[in-house]
């Protein structure tokens, strides 16, 4: 079996994992969580479509107890502005008090250095066995000083951490669950999930739970 089909079943049951909401999920994560607001989320269909969002989806339908959260907003430079052990509604009424609090009234926008801080903040929580949940909830107009390393400015800014990122537009702003090296872990998850499929003939089977995903061998 390749490689690459090992990639694409082992992101099919982690899209699983992620895309359910907090009344079907179970297992915990460290979710870091970078919200825009610069002067151009002002925009209409931008900021207050975007913290309803937050407030609705994302505290009230995605987070559950047991995560761990860390909140951060973002312009010229990323602030950090909570990081929470989740237990109870004190602790997500903590976290709404904090988004409800952002104003999108920052000079200048770096998108790069907001990435930036996302892989600084993973780094600094370690590895811990729990999957990391990155969001990026921007526009991608890019309008760097030029002080920043990504100075000037982008209409909608590219970055190799979004070319395998997933991006979902919800009216004029973008959700992103920022990707961060994925591939390298896919492949050496892939490699240590799937290995005793590759000594078997024929088909080869692989049970989730109550579901069974059926792989056919590639031709030699």
């Known amino acids: 079996m390749k490689i690459k089909k090992l990639i694409f079943i082992f992101l099919l049951l982690t899209g699983v994992l992620f895309n359910l909401n907090a009344g079907e999920r179970t297992m915990p994560v460290d979710m870091i969580i970078m919200i825009d607001k610069s002067l151009s989320m002002?925009?209409?269909?931008?900021?207050?479509?975007?913290?309803?969002?937050?407030?609705?989806?994302?505290?009230?339908?995605?987070?559950?107890?047991?995560?761990?959260?860390?909140?951060?907003?973002?312009?010229?430079?990323?602030?950090?502005?909570?990081?929470?052990?989740?237990?109870?509604?004190?602790?997500?009424?903590?976290?709404?008090?904090?988004?409800?609090?952002?104003?999108p009234n920052g000079r200048f926008t770096d998108v790069g250095k907001a990435l930036d801080k996302i892989q600084e903040a993973i780094t600094e929580r370690g590895e811990n066995g729990r999957y990391k949940v990155l969001f990026m909830l921007t526009d991608l107009e890019q309008d760097a000083p030029l002080t920043s390393k990504y100075r000037g400015k982008q209409k909608k800014f590219s970055s190799p951490y979004l070319v395998e990122s997933r991006i979902i537009k919800h009216d004029n702003w973008y959700e992103i669950t920022v990707d961060m090296g994925l591939q390298e872990?896919?492949?050496?998850?892939?490699?240590?999930?799937?290995?005793?499929?590759?000594n078997n003939d024929g088909k080869e089977r692989l049970r989730s739970d109550e579901n069974t995903v059926l792989i056919k061998k590639d031709n030699p």
Do not use: C, M
């Open 42 to 103: 002002q925009d209409p269909g931008k900021f207050d479509s975007l913290k309803q969002w937050v407030l609705d989806e994302l505290i009230g339908e995605i987070i559950i107890n047991g995560d761990w959260i860390s909140l951060y907003q973002f312009y010229e430079s990323p602030e950090h502005l909570v990081s929470i052990d989740v237990k109870g509604k004190e602790d997500t009424d903590k976290i709404i008090q904090t988004v409800s609090k952002i104003r």
């Open 185 to 198: 872990r896919v492949v050496k998850n892939s490699k240590a999930l799937f290995s005793d499929l590759l």
